[in-house]
């Protein structure tokens, strides 16, 4: 199994413990990939996961750079099209960083960044 599929599945085992339940798994469409599409009590969120092996050049949470959180937005009002009737719900973005040596050390970060206009 790829390491980017192992982290995904330690965050979604992470999200789905903390209470939020799953909607979607690696949702593609032509302008990008959503990680992980979760519903936590009324709001739909969309979830980027990032690990690294290491932190010598930054946090994982550091790689959602501008440009990936523009990338994110399109993908998620690509979802909302084609899937209407989740449009009504509050939306926001929520980032899982995965740091080296250790599966268990996650942070999850509610609202990591607002989507950008687009």
Not at 63 to 83: G, P, S, Y
Request: aromatic fraction near 8%; glycine fraction near 6%.
């Amino acid at each position: 199994m790829s390491r980017g599929r192992q982290a995904e599945d330690a965050a979604l085992a992470f999200l789905t413990a903390a209470g939020l339940r799953l909607v979607s798994r690696n949702y593609r469409c032509r302008v990008g990939e959503i990680d992980l599409v979760m519903e936590d009590g009324g709001h739909l969120v969309f979830v980027e996961v990032r690990a690294r092996s290491r932190e010598r050049w930054g946090t994982p949470e550091e790689t959602v750079t501008f440009r990936k959180q523009a990338r994110l937005a399109a993908a998620a009002r690509h979802f909302i099209l084609a899937h209407p009737t989740r449009a009504d719900r509050p939306m926001r973005f929520d980032v899982v960083a995965i740091s080296p040596g250790s599966k268990d050390n996650i942070r999850w970060i509610r609202a990591a960044f607002d989507a950008p206009a687009g």
